[in-house]
């Protein structure tokens, strides 16, 4: 299974993004997918993750009240919509599938799909 990010750009601190993630094959609708990110000095991470029904949905406190995890099953593409940038948010962003969800989070959070380009967001100050 393929990912392809797009929706990057810069924007000034304030603004917003909205990436899109679309993903191949006919898996999406069984699919629990997550935003990522590594941001300097630390490995990559999920910041954003919905389960396959959309019924649960994490936030990492980094962006938890900022962003809005979204899915259009019949185009097979999730959204993240990124208000309130910060320049520490500034870094790729990827998506990907996890698997088992927690109360902290995604339970296994490497992703199993081969990894997208990703999507560049930078915000200046």
């Known amino acids: 299974v393929q990912v392809e990010e797009s929706g990057g750009g810069l924007v000034q601190a304030g603004g917003s993004l909205r990436l899109s993630c679309v993903v191949s094959?006919?898996?999406?609708?069984?699919?629990?997918i997550a935003w990522y990110r590594q941001v300097p000095g630390k490995e990559r991470d999920w910041v954003v993750a919905?389960?396959?029904?959309?019924?649960?949905?994490h936030y990492a406190d980094s962006v938890k009240g900022r962003s809005t995890i979204s899915e259009d099953d019949a185009k097979n593409t999730a959204f993240l919509q990124m208000n309130s940038l910060k320049p520490k948010d500034t870094t790729i962003y990827y998506c990907?599938?996890?698997?088992?969800?927690?109360?902290?989070?995604?339970?296994?959070?490497?992703?199993?799909?081969?990894w997208g380009q990703g999507a560049q967001v930078t915000v200046s100050s």
């Open positions: 919905i389960g396959w029904d959309g019924l649960i949905i």
């Open positions: 094959g006919n898996t999406f609708r069984t699919t629990s």
């Open positions: 990907n599938n996890y698997i088992g969800d927690a109360p902290g989070g995604p339970t296994v959070r490497c992703g199993t799909f081969t």
